[in-house]
């Protein structure tokens, strides 16, 4: 009869010294048979499940509900190894694509910041805060320029007002256009009415 257990190895017990056990050695082992309650413990599954394992050739039965110990551990132990590296593991392909998209993203920050760094890159609220800036400052411009005309060319005030009144409609139109610079503004951007009259 053989016992054994969570932190025990499977002892030989012999019959006449009931309270006496050896230790297997590894040719003993090998003679080792075990029932399917017992391979079904020790592998922690279902009888059924080792019946199925057993018709699969992933377990060696030697005699009806018998096993031989060392030889289904074996064929069991490849079995399990065979199907994990088949499937790569349980989400090895996700983990994988996961750590790639990582990387990815690491280089991608590193290779930002470097050109900011190196000035090759500028933040999108400089830009705005620039450009904003640079056509404030043509429209107070172009809205001087009637007055700075009439100045140097001694105008009545008929014709500083109809130029006047030209400006502001070119500066108008250019506010309610949905194109800036080749770019498209969305349907449902509001246009910016700013110039006076």
């Given at each position: 009869?053989f016992?054994?257990?969570?932190?025990?190895?499977?002892?030989?017990?012999?019959?006449?010294?009931?309270?006496?056990?050896?230790?297997?050695?590894?040719?003993?082992?090998?003679k080792?048979?075990v029932?399917?309650?017992?391979?079904a413990?020790?592998?922690?599954?279902?009888?059924?499940?080792?019946?199925?394992?057993?018709?699969?050739?992933h377990?060696k039965?030697?005699?009806?509900?018998?096993?031989?110990?060392?030889?289904s551990?074996?064929?069991?132990?490849?079995?399990?190894?065979?199907?994990?590296?088949?499937?790569?593991?349980?989400?090895?392909?996700?983990?994988?694509?996961?750590?790639?998209?990582?990387?990815?993203?690491?280089?991608?920050?590193?290779?930002?910041?470097?050109?900011?760094?190196?000035?090759?890159?500028l933040?999108?609220?400089?830009?705005?805060?620039e450009?904003?800036a640079?056509?404030?400052?043509?429209?107070?411009?172009?809205?001087?320029?009637?007055?700075?005309?009439?100045?140097?060319?001694?105008?009545d005030?008929?014709?500083?007002?109809?130029?006047?009144?030209?400006?502001?409609?070119?500066?108008?139109?250019?506010?309610?256009?949905?194109?800036?610079?080749?770019?498209?503004?969305?349907a449902?951007?509001?246009?910016?009415?700013?110039?006076?009259?």
């Amino acid at each position: 009869m053989f016992t054994g257990g969570p932190r025990n190895p499977i002892y030989r017990v012999d019959e006449k010294k009931k309270t006496s056990e050896v230790k297997a050695t590894s040719a003993e082992f090998e003679k080792l048979t075990v029932s399917t309650r017992q391979l079904a413990g020790c592998l922690a599954m279902s009888s059924k499940a080792v019946a199925e394992h057993a018709l699969r050739g992933h377990l060696k039965r030697v005699a009806h509900g018998r096993f031989s110990l060392a030889e289904s551990l074996r064929l069991f132990t490849t079995h399990q190894r065979t199907v994990a590296s088949a499937h790569g593991g349980p989400g090895t392909a996700s983990l994988k694509g996961e750590r790639l998209r990582l990387v990815r993203l690491q280089a991608d920050r590193v290779e930002h910041r470097l050109q900011r760094e190196s000035g090759d890159l500028l933040s999108k609220s400089d830009v705005v805060a620039e450009v904003g800036a640079l056509i404030r400052q043509v429209r107070a411009r172009l809205l001087a320029l009637p007055t700075r005309i009439a100045n140097a060319c001694a105008l009545d005030r008929v014709v500083t007002a109809a130029i006047d009144a030209e400006i502001r409609e070119i500066l108008t139109e250019l506010a309610d256009s949905r194109t800036y610079a080749g770019f498209e503004l969305p349907a449902d951007a509001e246009p910016r009415r700013r110039v006076r009259k």
